[in-house]
């Protein structure tokens, strides 16, 4: 009888490396055909955000601009659910960011991308910290909503 229920774990360990944490095909064509729904204007961007849905952008289209404003298509539209996801984890408290969440899995993004955003609010904290000056982080209310109307 526990066996039946360990099988199941037995590929487990398989699935999540056959994709590295960075999505697999059918989730990146998935992604892709999601975005293109909302170019079309059949799916709300606010929808897509806030599903649970893998979504990721392309690296060398993020490495071309650190600006969203500047992707077109369906690779602005996946860079702008992702940053909403993440920004939507974020708070600054005592003059620090606090990324609310512990895992990629939680927000249906890549793992390179959840690091690197992480990476990045560690940077910041520590900046200033480290500065004799005196550094005031800033974060808007509800930045995460601006995110998806750039």
Not at 3 to 9: A, E, H, S, T
Not at 27 to 44: F, H, I, M
Not at 55 to 71: F, G, P, V
Request: hydrophobic share 40%; proline share 3%.
């Amino acid at each position: 009888m526990t066996m039946k229920f360990l099988l199941p774990l037995l590929f487990l360990p398989l699935l999540i490396s056959c994709n590295n944490g960075n999505g697999s095909k059918a989730q990146k064509q998935r992604a892709d055909s999601l975005a293109l729904e909302v170019v079309e204007q059949r799916l709300d961007i606010r929808d897509l955000a806030n599903s649970d849905h893998f979504m990721y952008y392309e690296d060398s289209q993020a490495q071309n601009t650190t600006d969203i404003k500047k992707l077109t298509g369906i690779e602005k539209i996946k860079a702008k659910v992702v940053a909403y996801r993440i920004y939507k984890n974020l708070s600054l408290e005592n003059n620090r960011y606090v990324f609310k969440a512990k895992s990629p899995l939680e927000l249906h993004i890549p793992n390179k991308i959840f690091v690197s955003f992480e990476r990045a609010f560690l940077t910041s904290n520590n900046s200033v910290i480290s500065s004799k000056d005196s550094i005031k982080l800033q974060l808007p209310t509800n930045f995460q909503d601006s995110v998806l109307t750039w």
